[in-house]
């Protein structure tokens, strides 16, 4: 249960009519703006980097960097790719052109594969964006999977 439910079942009884609403950031603002934090905010906390990547690799899956360019953390990436980052979203909503040639960049540079992504949420998305809106291409789909197969075909 994420807040978008919460809100979700606040609009079914009647105390608001949108998700994204006043009553929303009452609630759940980061205080970012406000004074104070909303009265039912609490902060997200992300694993680590590290252990993600390394969490994801052991499951079978392909560590990919999600949306770099809403956080700001490219830095960050040459670490990564030495723990194991295999991917990188270019597509994406947040990122714009810069962004986008940014992230080609960094890709060529330590061979990471491109994915992107429409960050569709249905009902309980922000956004109107329109899922598949972002699709990097199906080669870079192929070259997904050609990279699962290099590193757990050994």
Not at 23 to 38: A, Q, V
Not at 41 to 54: F, K, M, T, W
Not at 93 to 120: C, M, N, W, Y
């Amino acid at each position: 249960v994420y807040k978008q439910h919460i809100m979700h079942a606040l609009i079914d009884k009647g105390y608001t009519d949108q998700i994204y609403s006043d009553l929303y950031k009452k609630l759940f603002s980061r205080g970012e703006k406000e004074d104070k934090p909303g009265v039912a905010h609490i902060p997200l906390e992300y694993i680590n980097a590290g252990d993600a990547i390394a969490a994801i690799r052991a499951a079978g899956g392909i560590p990919v960097l999600a949306h770099p360019g809403l956080f700001d953390n490219y830095e960050a990436i040459p670490e990564w790719v030495e723990i194991g980052l295999e991917g990188i979203e270019c597509k994406h909503p947040s990122h714009d052109e810069e962004d986008e040639e940014k992230i080609r960049q960094l890709a060529e540079q330590f061979q990471l594969v491109i994915t992107g992504g429409s960050d569709f949420h249905g009902f309980y998305g922000d956004h109107p964006y329109e899922l598949g809106s972002k699709n990097p291409g199906m080669e870079n789909l192929f070259a997904l999977q050609q990279r699962k197969e290099a590193i757990f075909s050994k």
